[in-house]
Every structure is written in structure tokens, then in C-alpha cells.
């Protein structure tokens, strides 16, 4: 239902570069972990790691970021588009290292992420 909405064109170019990445390559190359500028932006706005992150705070934290990235604050116009990026490149490193729950089924948003992706991308 997130998708259905206003998306952002900076969501939408995150998106199509993850699914182009995905359907050339069948899963994203292997991305490097994010780092500790990129965990403390995170951290500012009290965002997990998508590893230990439900889905239920992952479709929070898109709707959050959705109406972040329309704000007519500069500062968190540019945090929202930062974040996602981060995202992305959480879900490539997870998806590339072939990444199995922690506990049965409890943190899957990165499934949430990827879903979301796949729903805006013209891909």
C-alpha cells in the first residue's frame, strides 16, 4: 500500500537501480557493510539495521521517509534521501550474502524493503 501512494522520484531512482542490478545480475553484487557515518544517521532518527528490523518498522520508516522526502526542510529532505540509499545498500549486502533470519521470521524487513522496491521500480 506504501507504493500506491506519492513515491518520491529519489525512491523510485534507488528502486530502479536495485531492480536493474537485480534482473541483470540475478542478485545484487556484493556490497560493502554501511558504515559508522552511515549506522549514526540512522541512529539520529532511531532506525535499526534492516538486519534486526521487522516489517512493520520498515513499512513505518518508508512512510516516515516518504513524507520526509516531499518536506520543505532541506536538512531532512537530504537525511530521507541518504537513508534510503543506506537501505538499498543494506538490502544488496543482504541479499548478496544470502542472509538467513536471525530468529525464524521475526526480522524480515528487509522483505518489506524489497517488496517496496520492486512495487515502484518501472523494472
Not at 539495521?49 to 513524507?67: A, C, G, V
Amino acid at each position: 500500500m506504501l507504493a500506491r501512494g506519492e513515491v518520491p522520484d529519489s525512491h523510485r531512482r534507488v528502486a530502479d537501480n536495485y531492480m536493474v542490478i537485480k534482473k541483470i545480475y540475478g542478485t545484487p553484487v556484493v556490497q560493502p557493510r554501511i558504515n559508522t557515518a552511515e549506522k549514526a544517521l540512522l541512529a539520529k532518527y532511531d532506525f535499526n539495521l534492516l538486519e534486526f528490523s521487522t516489517i512493520k518498522q520498515i513499512n513505518e520508516e518508508l512512510s516516515f521517509l516518504k513524507k520526509w522526502s516531499l518536506s520543505l526542510d532541506k536538512n531532512l529532505r537530504k537525511d530521507s534521501d541518504e537513508i534510503i540509499q543506506i537501505r538499498a545498500k543494506e538490502l544488496k549486502f543482504l541479499v548478496a550474502s544470502r542472509y538467513v533470519s536471525l530468529t525464524s521470521e521475526i526480522y524480515s524487513g528487509y522483505k518489506a524493503i524489497e517488496r517496496y522496491f520492486e512495487e515502484i521500480s518501472k523494472y
